[in-house]
């Protein structure tokens, strides 16, 4: 498949990674926030408690990832482009982002309604770049043709030259057949 065809592939992997980042940041966040206790499970009934996690995780989810969209995009592109595939620069990048997140939602709340928010945003964070790292950053810049394959054929193209053509003549005798436009016919 040509380049852009796996370029195509790439961003639709990196969406569906982003995706399932979002949805692990949240579900970190809902359980370390305290929005979720795990003494609810036995108190609760189980339709109740599973609506509540079902409604709690896809909210904070989405407002995880609207939040930090740009600065992942940011990221996930430098992180492509420089063909970084190390979990530790993913989980930190999460980590930032997220503590970055936090960090603009307590700016704009008018309540402080967990403990520290800003380490359970950091810390679902890199909750969330660790599974996208899991699920496509390890395979970060595959997209882009390597350093090795590119040196490799500089060397084959300086140490295999073509060989000389050698002009061919036709049953006219009129020399090769690039002159006249017309091909020999083939050897039997």
């Given at each position: 498949m040509g380049s852009i065809g796996d370029l195509l592939i790439r961003f639709i992997a990196i969406g569906f990674g982003y995706l399932l980042a979002c949805l692990g940041a949240g579900i970190a966040y809902v359980f370390l926030s305290g929005l979720?206790?795990?003494e609810d499970f036995g108190r609760v009934p189980g339709t109740e408690i599973t609506f509540t996690l079902i409604v709690g995780v896809i909210g904070v989810s989405s407002v995880f990832g609207r939040a930090a969209l740009l600065p992942a995009l940011l990221a996930i592109g430098v992180l492509e482009v420089t063909r970084r595939r190390d979990w530790l620069y993913f989980g930190i990048g999460g980590m930032v982002i997220g503590a970055a997140t936090g960090a603009v939602a307590m700016t704009s709340?008018?309540?402080?309604?967990?403990?520290?928010?800003l380490a359970v945003a950091a810390v679902a964070g890199a909750v969330g770049g660790s599974l996208y790292w899991l699920i496509t950053g390890r395979s970060s810049g595959s997209w882009l043709p390597s350093e090795r394959r590119r040196r490799a054929e500089e060397w084959l193209a300086r140490h295999n030259p073509k060989p000389p053509e050698t002009p061919t003549t036709g049953a006219s005798g009129q020399g090769s057949s690039e002159k006249t436009g017309i091909e020999p016919p083939p050897l039997k």
């Amino acid at each position: 498949m040509g380049s852009i065809g796996d370029l195509l592939i790439r961003f639709i992997a990196i969406g569906f990674g982003y995706l399932l980042a979002c949805l692990g940041a949240g579900i970190a966040y809902v359980f370390l926030s305290g929005l979720i206790r795990p003494e609810d499970f036995g108190r609760v009934p189980g339709t109740e408690i599973t609506f509540t996690l079902i409604v709690g995780v896809i909210g904070v989810s989405s407002v995880f990832g609207r939040a930090a969209l740009l600065p992942a995009l940011l990221a996930i592109g430098v992180l492509e482009v420089t063909r970084r595939r190390d979990w530790l620069y993913f989980g930190i990048g999460g980590m930032v982002i997220g503590a970055a997140t936090g960090a603009v939602a307590m700016t704009s709340s008018a309540g402080d309604a967990i403990a520290w928010p800003l380490a359970v945003a950091a810390v679902a964070g890199a909750v969330g770049g660790s599974l996208y790292w899991l699920i496509t950053g390890r395979s970060s810049g595959s997209w882009l043709p390597s350093e090795r394959r590119r040196r490799a054929e500089e060397w084959l193209a300086r140490h295999n030259p073509k060989p000389p053509e050698t002009p061919t003549t036709g049953a006219s005798g009129q020399g090769s057949s690039e002159k006249t436009g017309i091909e020999p016919p083939p050897l039997k």
